[in-house]
C-alpha cells in the first residue's frame, strides 16, 4: 500500500501545496511503491533502474543519511493511494546528509552513475532534474546535486529560470562525465575479447592457464548456496584489500537472502578460495558489486583470473552486459562502452554554502563526490 496522506509532506514538515511534486521521506515509504517505480522505469527505458531498491536504500553509506522519493506527477490532483506509474512524468531518489545525526539539508542522488536516480524519459531528464532540483530548493535545501544518465543538450538556464514562480535567485552549475563501465558479451569469449586490448586479451588467457596448471583451480558458478560465513571471513582476513566486518556482513546477508544477487568464485582443489566476485542480474545484465582476492598469489593474477572465468560463464548463461559498479582499475576498461552521466548542482548564496566550500578547500574530501565538485575550479557557476 502506498504512503498515506501524513507521509507525504515537504523537507520542512508541512503539507505540500506545490502542484505536480510529491514527496515520500523513508526507507518504508519509498519501497511500498517499488512496483510503481519498476514500472515507471520500464516506461522510461531504464529498465532494472528500480529493481534493487532496498539493496542500494540500505547501503552502509546511504544508511547515514535521510532517503527522499520526489514524485513528478501529470496532475496536481493525484490520489496517492492508488498512483500508478502512468500517472509520473518522472521520479527522482534522494538522499539528506546527516551531521552528528542532524538534517543538513545538503542532498545528493548518490548514484555515481545517473542510472538509478533520475527515472524520466531520456528526452526529459534534464528537465525534469533541474525543476526537481529548484523545487528542494524552495523548500529549504541549500546544495542539491543530481546525477542522471544521459548528455545534457538542452540550453541549461531555459531550465533553470522559472521552475518555481517567484523563485529567488540561485548559483547552478552542470558537467557531463564518462562513465562507461559496461562490457558488450558477443556469443563467444573470442568475439568477446577481440574488443579488448592484446595485452588485455593475452593476460586473461595467459593467467587463468597457468593457475589452472600450477594450482588445479576450479570455477565455481554458484557459489551462493555453497559459501558459509566464516569461508568468507577467513577469505577477508586473507585479501588484498580487506573490507570492515559491515561491509562483509552485508555482503553475506544481501547474498543470501535477496532474489537476483549472484556470487562466483575460483577455488583450489582442497577447497581454499583463491577469489570470490558478486554482484545482481537483471534483463540481461550482470552487474559486479564487489571482488575478494586472497593475497599472496600476486603471481596468478587472481583478479584477472576470476573475470577470464566470468566472461564464459556469462555468456553461457545468457548474458548480454557486464557492468562494474564504480567502474575497474582492470585493463578491461579500455573496452567499456560509451556512457555518459550528467551532474546538476544548485546551491544557495548562503552562510551556510560559503563555509561548507572553504571547508572543503582546505581539506580536500577523498571519498565524497558532492563535495569534490564544490569545489572543482573547471566548473562554471551561473545565477538563475
Excluded at 505540500?16 to 519498476?38: C, D, E, K, S
Excluded at 527505458?45 to 544508511?63: H, I, K, R, S, V
Excluded at 558537467?175 to 569469449?189: F, Y
Aim: proline content about 3%.
Amino acid at each position: 500500500m502506498l504512503s498515506t496522506s501524513h507521509e507525504v509532506k515537504d523537507l520542512l514538515g508541512n503539507d505540500l501545496n506545490t502542484a505536480h511534486f510529491f514527496v515520500l521521506r523513508g526507507r518504508a515509504a519509498i519501497l511500498r511503491i517499488q512496483p510503481v517505480l519498476v514500472r515507471l522505469s520500464s516506461l522510461c527505458e531504464q529498465t532494472g533502474a528500480m529493481d534493487y531498491l532496498e539493496y542500494f536504500l540500505t547501503g552502509p553509506d546511504n544508511l547515514k543519511k535521510i532517503p527522499y522519493l520526489v514524485l513528478v506527477g501529470k496532475r496536481s490532483n493525484l490520489n496517492v493511494a492508488e498512483l500508478r506509474a502512468e500517472d509520473l512524468k518522472g521520479a527522482v531518489l534522494v538522499y539528506e546528509y546527516k551531521v552528528l545525526g542532524m538534517p543538513s539539508r545538503v542532498f545528493t542522488t548518490s548514484d555515481f552513475n545517473g542510472s538509478r536516480a533520475v527515472i524520466a524519459l531520456p528526452a526529459e531528464r534534464t528537465k525534469i532534474s533541474a525543476s526537481v532540483g529548484r523545487y528542494l530548493m524552495a523548500h529549504g535545501a541549500q546544495v542539491v546535486m543530481l546525477s542522471y544518465a544521459g548528455e545534457g543538450n538542452e540550453k541549461w538556464s531555459e531550465c533553470f529560470d522559472g521552475s518555481v514562480a517567484g523563485d529567488k535567485k540561485r548559483l547552478w552549475t552542470t558537467q557531463t562525465r564518462e562513465v562507461g563501465a559496461t562490457i558488450v558479451l558477443e556469443k563467444t569469449p573470442d568475439e568477446t575479447l577481440a574488443a579488448m586490448g592484446k595485452h588485455t586479451r593475452r593476460n586473461l588467457r595467459y593467467y587463468r592457464r597457468k593457475a589452472e596448471a600450477e594450482l588445479g583451480c576450479k570455477f565455481e558458478g554458484d557459489v551462493k548456496s555453497v559459501l558459509n560465513k566464516a569461508q568468507l571471513i577467513e577469505l577477508n582476513a586473507a585479501s588484498t584489500h580487506p573490507v570492515s566486518e559491515v561491509v562483509l556482513e552485508r555482503r553475506y546477508r544481501t547474498m543470501k537472502e535477496l532474489d537476483g544477487l549472484f556470487c562466483v568464485g575460483v577455488k583450489t582443489p582442497d577447497g581454499q578460495w583463491m577469489g570470490l566476485l558478486g554482484g545482481r542480474r537483471h534483463h540481461g545484465v550482470s552487474e559486479i558489486d564487489w571482488q575478494m582476492n586472497r593475497g599472496g598469489l600476486e603471481k596468478y593474477s587472481v583478479g584477472t583470473v576470476i573475470r577470464a572465468y566470468l566472461i564464459e560463464h556469462e555468456i553461457e548463461i545468457g548474458t548480454g552486459r557486464l557492468f562494474f559498479e564504480g567502474g575497474t582499475p582492470h585493463s578491461m576498461r579500455n573496452a567499456f562502452i560509451s556512457e555518459k552521466a550528467v551532474d546538476i548542482v544548485v546551491a544557495q548564496r548562503s552562510l551556510f554554502v560559503s563555509l561548507l566550500r572553504r571547508l572543503a578547500h582546505w581539506s580536500p574530501p577523498r571519498n565524497n563526490f558532492l563535495l569534490q565538485t564544490l569545489v572543482d575550479p573547471a566548473l562554471r557557476w551561473e545565477l538563475h
